[in-house]
């Protein structure tokens, strides 16, 4: 991924917050069949001083009988992202010489793909996901609701994935690029549109703040 420097994000705190927030990721591999990108949602296990990504996937998947166990991954988690106006931008105005444009957060993590076929591995990774994704619930679903014997049954039908984290790149994209005055067009531009062009503007002035405390 190219990153320019303007863009470019280093803080591990905000790539943490980005997996956990945006879990649904892009996981690329590359085997003797080529290219290939599967879409899973990851937990982050920070446990043991180490950095690892876990998920599963269907038995039935061809990802696991093609790509060799130990295999290195790309794994792309996707931010908030919205398309960028040049009519918010007052400059439009004087000068005219303004184009549209995206603004995203993103984030890439490399890694060393493992292969988990272990029962009890399995049902403590459906157990963390669970609890994660249900702690929005009024009534949170758990697996200890589903018959015991139940759950046995459909976790022969899964295979585990562990990243084992060798790099993670994370690219801010949000108009860093562009004056003051644009980027608070910006802000009030997209403040009133959907949730996730809110959430693009919210980042840039977080971003600006960031940038006002460095000055």
Same mark, same amino acid.
């Given at each position: 991924?190219?990153?320019?420097?303007?863009?470019?994000?280093? %803080?591990?705190?905000?790539?943490?917050?980005?997996?956990?927030?945006?879990?649904?990721?892009?996981?690329?591999?590359?085997?003797?069949?080529? +290219?290939?990108?599967?879409?899973?949602?990851?937990?982050? %296990?920070?446990?043991?001083?180490?950095?690892?990504?876990?998920?599963?996937?269907?038995?039935?998947?061809?990802? #696991?009988?093609?790509?060799?166990?130990?295999?290195?991954?790309?794994?792309?988690?996707?931010?908030?992202?919205?398309?960028?106006?040049?009519?918010?931008?007052?400059?439009?105005?004087?000068?005219?010489?303004?184009?549209?444009?995206?603004?995203?957060?993103?984030?890439?993590?490399?890694?060393?793909?493992?292969?988990?076929?272990?029962?009890? #591995?399995?049902?403590?990774?459906?157990?963390?996901?669970?609890?994660?994704?249900?702690?929005?619930?009024?009534?949170?679903?758990?697996?200890?609701?589903?018959?015991?014997?139940?759950?046995?049954?459909? +976790?022969?039908?899964?295979?585990?994935?562990?990243?084992?984290?060798?790099?993670?790149?994370?690219?801010?994209?949000?108009?860093?690029?562009?004056?003051?005055?644009?980027? +608070?067009?910006?802000?009030?531009? +997209?403040?009133?549109?959907?949730?996730?062009?809110?959430?693009?503007?919210?980042?840039?002035?977080?971003?600006?703040?960031?940038?006002?405390?460095?000055?």
């Amino acid at each position: 991924m190219h990153v320019p420097k303007k863009f470019e994000q280093n %803080d591990l705190t905000q790539f943490t917050d980005l997996i956990n927030n945006y879990p649904f990721a892009t996981l690329i591999t590359n085997s003797d069949l080529g +290219l290939e990108a599967n879409h899973i949602p990851f937990i982050l %296990d920070q446990s043991n001083g180490k950095n690892i990504l876990q998920g599963h996937i269907a038995k039935v998947s061809s990802l #696991w009988k093609n790509l060799k166990d130990k295999s290195e991954v790309l794994v792309i988690f996707h931010g908030p992202n919205c398309y960028i106006s040049p009519n918010y931008y007052p400059t439009k105005k004087a000068t005219g010489k303004v184009v549209p444009t995206w603004n995203y957060v993103t984030v890439h993590v490399k890694g060393v793909l493992s292969y988990i076929h272990d029962e009890e #591995w399995k049902l403590s990774l459906l157990n963390d996901l669970t609890v994660q994704h249900e702690a929005g619930q009024v009534a949170p679903w758990s697996i200890s609701d589903a018959p015991e014997e139940y759950i046995q049954k459909m +976790l022969p039908a899964i295979v585990g994935l562990e990243v084992d984290i060798t790099s993670i790149t994370g690219q801010w994209k949000l108009s860093q690029n562009q004056p003051e005055v644009n980027r +608070l067009g910006v802000v009030s531009g +997209l403040s009133s549109e959907n949730e996730s062009h809110q959430a693009i503007a919210e980042l840039v002035k977080e971003q600006m703040a960031k940038s006002a405390s460095k000055s």
